[in-house]
């Protein structure tokens, strides 16, 4: 139980001091008042958004590598730098990038950042020629994955060298 003094204290210094804070403090335990964490969600549109309504150039911008929507705050931030993006584009009149290439993209970095051993952000920042050496490689190998997976799997045999198809129709093991 609350001890009388303290009230009869705490209504002292709201009605004669006007001290504001404490004010704040009584609405917000009594409930007037939201939580900051009620404010946060009041104030974010990005807290509810519909994610099936989403652009397809919203839904690249917030995928993660391996094509998984994003998730909390992750998700916030991607979304927002998104309507921000969007919203230039449209008032600024350039186009954005398309989904696929997006996407592309993203692999490239990700290409990228393996063969540097997670570098490959250091060395934007430091040495642009490495940089474009290493993102060309990247894009090459990137290009040449996505042509193998399109080929019908007949054809992707079809590729294999000679001696390694003799050897499998005999039956003989490297």
């Not at 009388?4 to 209504?11: C, E, G, K, V, W």
């Not at 990228?112 to 430091?126: S, V």
């Amino acid at each position: 139980m609350t001890d009388p003094s303290n009230a009869l204290q705490s209504f002292h210094a709201l009605q004669v001091e006007k001290d504001g804070r404490l004010g704040h403090q009584v609405l917000a335990d009594i409930g007037v008042v939201p939580s900051a964490q009620e404010r946060y969600a009041i104030d974010d549109p990005l807290m509810n958004v519909d994610r099936s309504s989403l652009t397809p150039f919203e839904v690249a911008m917030t995928e993660d590598e391996e094509g998984q929507m994003l998730q909390g705050h992750r998700f916030r931030i991607a979304y927002g730098g998104t309507c921000a993006i969007e919203e230039s584009a449209k008032n600024f009149n350039f186009s954005l990038p398309t989904p696929e290439d997006i996407r592309f993209r993203r692999k490239v970095v990700k290409l990228a950042n393996e063969m540097t051993d997670g570098r490959f952000g250091e060395i934007c920042m430091t040495d642009g020629t490495e940089e474009k050496r290493i993102r060309q490689l990247a894009e090459k190998k990137v290009k040449c994955q996505e042509a193998r997976r399109l080929l019908p799997a007949r054809r992707v045999k079809r590729g294999l060298p000679e001696k390694q198809t003799a050897m499998a129709t005999s039956g003989i093991t490297a």
